[in-house]
Nanobody
Framework: QVQLVESGGGLVQPGGSLRLSCAAS????????MAWYRQAPGKQRELVAS???????NYADSVKGRSTISRDNDKNTLYLQMNSLNAEDTALYCC?????????WGLGTLVTVSS
């Protein structure tokens, strides 16, 4: 059974940075796509960034240029580095992994950007 556990969230001031981690209980090598989603109060869940097994990445326009998604297969961990954070980045960030017809989710880590 695959388990995903996010960490790295917290309170950060505007302009600050965070690195979110998503640790998998097993190997992430076989996952076709891994991604970070976020959902803020009053808003729909949105895709922040994704990365394929081949290393191809995709970013939401709102974070493009200031965020980097990466995966470390040896450590079975997905990362999201976010810089220049602003209030609009405040949300619950959840890790997602796709394997064929199955999708796995973590419980999320909360990011709060406030002064």
């Amino acid at each position: 059974q695959v388990q995903l556990v996010e960490s790295g969230g917290g309170l950060v001031q505007p302009g600050g940075s965070l690195r979110l981690s998503c640790a998998a209980s097993g190997s992430i090598f076989s996952f076709h796509i891994m991604a970070w989603y976020r959902q803020a109060p009053g808003k729909q869940r949105e895709l922040v960034a994704s990365i394929t097994k081949d290393g191809n990445t995709n970013y939401a326009d709102s974070v493009k240029g200031r965020s980097t998604i990466s995966r470390d297969n040896d450590k079975n961990t997905l990362y999201l580095q976010m810089n220049s954070l602003n209030a609009e980045d405040t949300a619950l960030y959840c890790c997602n992994a796709e394997l064929w017809a199955a999708n796995y989710w973590g419980l999320g880590t909360l990011v709060t950007v406030s002064s």
